[in-house]
């Protein structure tokens, strides 16, 4: 075979590998599996090349075209609740692609990072759908529901954390960070419910302008503070008590350096598949 021959199917190799790496191209993807797989004189003939080696063969081929069977394996959110059908499927897309980030199945690597940025991706199209249906794409009203969900007393005057301004036009241009924060009020839950979406979006905005690090130096010094007889009593932290003293946002940057170097995937998803009942059940 000529070079220039050789030089054409490796550039057909690389395009096709990108076909088949992009979430929106599922149907492709299975096709390819389904010749790689299911082609019998395929396999025999890697079984009459390689001998022995067939298995390992073919696990290197599994391997190289990134093939999902740990993703196919696990069960889905159920995005049936989602009407529109280019949403439900952006959803599933979107959920398949956070699973190859944990399995390490897209480009072959583990990557926390990448797992929140396509959580975030769910988290953000559920949120909007249910404040669009819930108040009937009506964005005064889903304004209010924000605000309302975004406010608190002290010292006897209300302090508003959100306020819609003239760029508000559509409730995708309202923070994520502020639209679940209000689905404390609005499904009845406590921070503990928000706290890994909160942290998913995050992960995201710090990823998206280049400043997410994780920060050993913080969690070694807070949390030898936080931990001791200070501020921990009964097994448990006074954390308001130690927001006082620290100050609140370097309390705060210490949970989520926590929380992001415990890296956990199934809690993530736990979150996600709980704000998909939630919304479920309040619509």
């Not at 398949?96 to 990448?114: C, Q, V």
């Amino acid at each position: 075979m000529g070079k220039d021959k050789k030089r054409q199917l490796t550039q057909l190799l690389a395009f096709v590998k990108d076909l088949y790496e992009h979430p929106d191209n599922k149907e492709f993807a299975a096709g390819i599996r389904a010749i790689v797989l299911n082609d019998k004189d395929f396999v025999e003939s890697v079984r009459r090349d390689v001998g022995e080696g067939a298995p390992d063969a073919i696990r290197k081929i599994e391997s190289y075209l990134s093939l999902d069977y740990d993703i196919d394996s696990r069960s889905f959110p159920d995005y049936a609740l989602v009407a529109d059908e280019t949403v439900r499927e952006r959803l599933q897309a979107d959920y398949r692609e956070m699973l190859r980030f944990m399995f390490g199945t897209r480009n072959h690597r583990i990557d926390f990072p990448e797992f929140c940025r396509y959580a975030t991706l769910q988290v953000e199209l559920l949120v909007n759908y249910y404040y669009e249906r819930k108040y009937n794409s009506d964005l005064e009203r889903i304004k209010q529901a924000v605000v309302d969900g975004n406010k608190s007393v002290r010292d006897g005057e209300t302090v508003y954390y959100f306020k819609p301004n003239e760029k508000t036009k559509d409730v995708a241009d309202i923070g994520l960070k502020f639209k679940i924060q209000a689905l404390q009020l609005q499904f009845g839950w406590q921070y503990t419910d928000i706290g890994g979406l909160l942290n998913v979006t995050e992960v995201r905005n710090r990823q998206s302008h280049r400043s997410l690090r994780r920060d050993p130096d913080l969690i070694e010094e807070i949390g030898a503070k936080i931990n001791g007889p200070e501020f921990k009593a009964g097994g448990r932290i006074d954390g308001e008590k130690a927001k006082a003293s620290l100050g609140a946002k370097k309390v705060a940057e210490y949970w989520f350096q926590v929380w992001l170097d415990r890296q956990n995937y199934d809690g993530v998803i736990s979150d996600i598949a709980r704000l998909c009942a939630a919304v479920a059940a309040n619509l």
